[in-house]
């Protein structure tokens, strides 16, 4: 580590370099036994003893376990070996020689400090550390302390209670996400412009940059011997499942390291594999069984973060998504849908009265008097209704960019529309596109149902002709067909997840890694569900009158190396700070010399004292 620190915590103002020292204290009661046994003396006849009544008086004060008397002797050793022990314990007083600071305290959380090369973590030893440098500083110095692994956060502004900052330091847990380098340093600079005078002092293992201030820098990386998992994905093909896995070396030399992969947490293969240094291995998995839901890939070598040696994924199993297609006749639609795979479409006029059965209903030019009670809908060219109110036409409105899921990967998508219905968009509804005022796409959640409606008919846009049309409806089926809109996204730890529940939904759980079952509201579009810190296969269960259903969703550490070296500021002005140490702003002072000297004169006093005690 780079930073100075004392090597023990002690009080406020006593330190000792080594406290096992403190032992030759035992010395002391060791000192008063001597004087309290009696001395054996050798029997000699003699004529008188009018000579020796000094030697009786001797001989009472050395009577076994008489009351102790004053013995000046005895009171200089006492203190000649506590000195003595002192300096063996590296004796020191800290002196407060600063006044107030303000300091922007900078602690990385993310998922490299879970390494164990420093004891327990490096996050455990950076939050020790940072502790120490506050109960360090001068007394009323204002401290705010930033936590900048995954999304950076202030845990504590500008306060002057020592108590508090340490209550907030450790506090801080582990991440399992990286730093954000753009994020931090935009936290750490707004934090410095309200504090022009603050100093920031960083504790991670990997130096950042905040714009052009100095950084002092306390280190926390002794080796970077790590392997990682770093992607897992599959293809059926027909002889069963393949996977791919890719593994990284995070270290300078080659590793030969066993990786294995399960199916269901059943073992189903392992290979041993050599990755050299600061490379990466893709490794192949062939003829896994087609009845395996979800697939484990895990490094079984220990290293330094045992945290990244596992990569999940789940093998989606749908069945095929039932559409009622509702027109008087479009082709474009048709076609568009029965392209999607896993899609069964079925297509009627719009004289039933009745419509039942399917998991997602298009109407194309028309609205029912009586809605579906088991399917989502999506709407073209609406019709006069009661649920929302449909006039006449504005002809051609300008469309612009959405970032609405029906759009994904549509970016650059631009189609002209003729014209399209003049509606009003309901409480229920929130509007996707407008021109003018005028709602051109809007969707809402009525009766526990999701409904999307598009003002204008296919037929008078381009759409159908453009390449993108067919993305564009099969946006639209896996978000709002039921069985596929529950699929959720590979998702890294700690991101929210909004699920998208079946309408007939009336409890819902989620069972996490650790084994805990988690109720969530069982709305269509449920609140985030956030508790997605630990890495693993999680469950979502949906219960309703017909039974429950449960699907799989996989969350995954996200590569911490290739984010943060990707946001890593490299700058010379960056780098000529990496190496200052941190500066505690007390003093140790040690006096292992003029104690020294101190017990050499007791010593000698104490010769001359015994050498003339008859006479003093």
């Known amino acids: 580590m780079c930073g100075q620190k004392p090597n023990v915590k002690g009080s406020e103002f006593l330190s000792f370099e080594t406290p096992f020292g403190l032992i030759g204290l035992l010395s002391v009661p060791l000192i008063i036994l001597l004087y309290v046994l009696k001395q054996k003396r050798e029997k000699v006849t003699v004529s008188s003893l009018a000579l020796w009544s000094k030697v009786i008086d001797d001989m009472q004060v050395n009577t076994p376990w008489q009351k102790l008397r004053k013995n000046l002797l005895m009171f200089l050793q006492i203190v000649a070996a506590i000195l003595i022990v002192l300096v063996l314990a590296g004796f020191s007083l800290k002196l407060n020689t600063g006044e107030a600071l303000s300091v922007i305290i900078v602690i990385d959380n993310s998922l490299s400090m879970a390494s164990t090369d420093i004891k327990p973590t490096r996050l455990a030893a950076a939050k020790q550390d940072a502790i120490e440098y506050v109960e360090n500083l001068p007394g009323n110095s204002r401290v705010t302390v930033v936590t900048i692994g995954g999304e950076p956060d202030v845990l504590i502004y500008a306060s002057t209670s020592k108590n508090e900052v340490r209550k907030s ?4 847990s582990q991440s399992s996400g990286y730093v954000d380098a753009e994020m931090a340093g935009e936290l750490v600079l707004f934090l410095k412009d309200q504090e022009k005078d603050a100093r920031i002092v960083l504790f991670s293992d990997t130096f950042f940059s905040f714009g052009n201030e100095k950084v002092k820098f306390s280190e926390y990386k002794k ?4 392997i990682a998992v770093t992607g897992l994905t599959y293809t059926k093909t027909g002889n069963g499942i393949t996977a791919m896995s890719i593994i990284r070396n995070q270290g300078e030399k080659s ?20 990755i050299p240094g600061n490379q990466t291995k893709t490794i192949w998995w062939n003829k896994i069984p087609d009845n395996v839901r979800t697939l484990r890939v895990s490094v079984e070598t220990e290293d330094i973060l045992p945290d990244d040696n596992n990569g999940y994924e789940v093998v989606v199993t749908e069945k095929d998504v039932k559409i009622l297609l509702v027109t008087n006749g479009n082709i474009f639609l048709e076609k568009a849908l029965s392209l999607i795979e896993g899609v069964e479409v079925a297509r009627t006029s719009p004289d039933e009265t009745v419509y039942e059965g399917y998991d997602l209903y298009v109407f194309d030019g028309f609205i029912p008097g009586k809605f579906p009670k088991d399917g989502n809908m999506v709407i073209f060219s609406p019709t006069p209704n009661s649920l929302f109110s449909v006039g006449d036409w504005m002809d051609n409105p300008l469309v612009s960019p959405s970032d609405h899921p029906v759009f994904r990967y549509l970016d650059k998508l631009s189609f002209a529309v003729g014209r399209t219905r003049i509606i009003g968009k309901p409480e229920w509804a929130e509007v996707i596109m407008e021109y003018s005022g005028n709602p051109i796409i809007m969707e809402g959640v009525l009766d526990n149902k999701r409904i999307l409606i598009f003002g204008f008919n296919l037929f008078e846009t381009d759409l159908p002709l453009r390449a993108e049309f067919p993305i564009l ?7 709002y067909a039921p069985l596929r809109s529950t699929v959720v996204d590979r998702i890294f730890a700690g991101d929210a997840v909004r699920f998208r529940l079946k309408p007939d939904t009336v409890k819902a759980y989620v069972h996490t890694p650790d084994g805990r079952r988690l109720a969530i509201e069982p709305a269509v579009l449920s609140e985030p569900f956030t508790d997605t810190g630990k890495p693993g296969i999680y469950t979502l269960e949906q219960v309703s009158s017909n039974g429950s259903v449960s699907t ?3 969350v995954n550490l996200p590569d911490e190396w290739v984010m943060e070296k990707a946001s890593y500021d490299r700058s010379d002005a960056a780098v000529e700070y990496k190496a200052t140490d941190i500066a505690f702003q007390k003093q140790a002072v040690k006096f292992s010399l003029p104690v020294i000297a101190f017990v050499i004169l007791i010593l000698l006093f104490e010769w001359w004292y015994y050498a003339n005690r008859n006479y003093v």
């Open 223 to 226: 080796q970077n011997d790590n």
């Open 473 to 479: 409806i099969s946006n639209i089926v896996n978000e």
């Open 255 to 274: 590793a030969e390291i066993t990786v294995s992969l399960y199916g269901d947490d059943e073992f189903i293969d392992s290979k041993w594999v050599t």
């Open 169 to 172: 330091i450790a506090s801080i």
């Open 552 to 554: 799989f969703f996989d």
